[in-house]
């Protein structure tokens, strides 16, 4: 089974997940950097040359092939882009594979993250805490729906919060094999 960890740009999915990657043993996976390589060109790029609905096409795509056994292996940590979970098709397969973790941090903490916004197109120019607040808020439904776990990272370091999310995912696969990273 995987850990998919799900919740708006910069909670903190990429360090988490590397964290737990650590601890666990199990391989980690960023499906925006897997499209990035596939695709050989940054996400910014596919917003703007071919928009947000292709984007997303080439999402679920990732999705699905990540999650039906092109990673070797199986049972990794899946770290997913922020707008994942706005497709229930993108949830339903996550779930059939494994637990969904939600991240979650104050608007605060997320707009000390993303920088200037470069490199999140989906924030539209806009790294404003009003902005912030209000995307948030819009997709805050869709992210509890498909949560099967909530963590909030404010001010925590990485380990900590891994450690959490493998005590509550309490699955004995995912017991702390140091070395194995
Ligand atoms: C998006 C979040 C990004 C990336 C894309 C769209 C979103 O991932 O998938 O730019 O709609 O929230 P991160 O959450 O890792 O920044």
């Not at 795509?61 to 940590?77: F, P, T």
């Not at 707008?83 to 594979?97: D, I, S, T, W």
């Amino acid at each position: 089974m995987n850990i998919a960890l799900i919740g708006f740009m910069g909670v903190g999915k990429t360090t988490v997940s590397r964290a737990l990657s650590r601890l666990s043993g199990r391989r980690e996976v960023d499906v925006d950097r897997w499209i990035v390589k596939k695709e050989g060109r940054p996400i910014s790029e596919i917003f703007a040359a071919d928009g947000e609905d292709a984007f997303r096409d080439i999402e679920t795509a990732a999705i699905r092939e990540l999650c039906g056994g092109s990673v070797r292996g199986g049972g990794v940590i899946l770290s997913c882009g922020g707008g994942a979970v706005l497709r229930p098709e993108n949830v339903e397969v996550l779930k059939k594979n494994g637990v969904i973790v939600l991240l979650t941090a104050r608007p605060e903490t997320v707009l000390g993250r993303v920088g200037d916004g470069t490199s999140r197109p989906a924030l539209g120019g806009q790294v404003t805490i009003p902005h912030i607040t209000e995307l948030m808020e819009k997709r805050r439904p869709a992210y509890e729906a498909a949560a099967d776990l909530t963590v909030a990272t404010d001010g925590r370091p990485p380990e900590e919060i891994a450690e959490e999310i493998l005590r509550m995912a309490g699955a004995a696969e995912f017991a702390v094999r140091p070395g194995k990273a």
